[in-house]
T-cell receptor, first 110, second 114 residues
Framework: DQQVKQNSPSLSVQEGRISILNCDYT??????FLWYKKYPAEGPTFLIS?????DKNEDGRFTVFLNKSAKHLSLHIVPSQPGDSAVYFC?????????FGAGTRLTVKP | DSGVTQTPKHLITATGQRVTLRCSPR?????VYWYQQSLDQGLQFLIQ???????AKGNILERFSAQQFPDLHSELNLSSLELGDSALYFC?????????????FGPGTRLTVT
């Protein structure tokens, strides 16, 4: 059962433009959401998170938006840089459970 | 460097065999998580330990088991290995086992079953 879905396996954007990565979840018990970035041959690294009591959290170039009614979250990267090219996983946690999406491979072209 | 170490980095073994993967959490972290990432799949949560005790269980097969030792390092044991067990196995740690906290991941162990 895929409780967390990232429907776009890949995304390509031009350097300097906005990257928008999307994530949907089904379990209403999830109350904390995280984004991780993964480079090849490395483990995922934490990027940004948001609690269900908020609808937006910003950290530099990275902003996560949460729409609880739609069970949808998104990660915005502005401006995108070539070094942002990686696989991005969204994760949802709650009730002693954590689920990850399948990941979206972002490519930022110079 | 996340501070989480995993050994070995690569492991090649035959079907039917048993292997042990090892993880040392970040200094001060009490909770350890194990994940499996198969080809082009997301991270599948297997199991979590907190201060030596099992805290949560995910999609972990009965052929797999784990434990966390008094020094907080953890081992994941995989037995009666099948070809489909070939995957990247990640360990992650967090400060506590309560609530949603950022987890810090190790570099992973790549297991190949032939």
């Amino acid at each position: 059962d895929q409780q967390v879905k990232q429907n776009s396996p890949s995304l390509s954007v031009q350097e300097g433009r906005i990257s928008i990565l999307n994530c949907d979840y089904t379990n209403s018990m999830f109350d904390y959401f995280l984004w991780y970035k993964k480079y090849p041959a490395e483990g995922p690294t934490f990027l940004i998170s948001i609690s269900s009591i908020k609808d937006k959290n910003e950290d530099g170039r990275f902003t996560v938006f949460l729409n609880k009614s739609a069970k949808h979250l998104s990660l915005h990267i502005v401006p995108s840089q070539p070094g942002d090219s990686a696989v991005y996983f969204c994760a949802a946690s709650g009730d002693n459970d954590m689920r990850f999406g399948a990941g979206t491979r972002l490519t930022v072209k110079p | 460097d996340s501070g989480v170490t995993q050994t070995p980095k690569h492991l090649i073994t035959a079907t039917g065999q048993r292997v042990t993967l090892r993880c040392s959490p970040r200094s001060g972290d009490l909770s350890v998580y194990w994940y499996q990432q198969s080809l082009d799949q997301g991270l599948q949560f297997l199991i979590q330990y907190y201060n030596g005790e099992e805290r949560a269980k995910g999609n972990i097969l009965e052929r797999f088991s784990a434990q966390q030792f008094p020094d907080l390092h953890s081992e994941l044991n995989l037995s009666s290995l099948e070809l489909g067990d070939s995957a990247l196995y990640f360990c992650a740690s967090s400060q506590t086992g309560n609530g949603p906290l950022e987890q810090y991941f190790g570099p992973g162990t790549r297991l190949t079953v032939t």
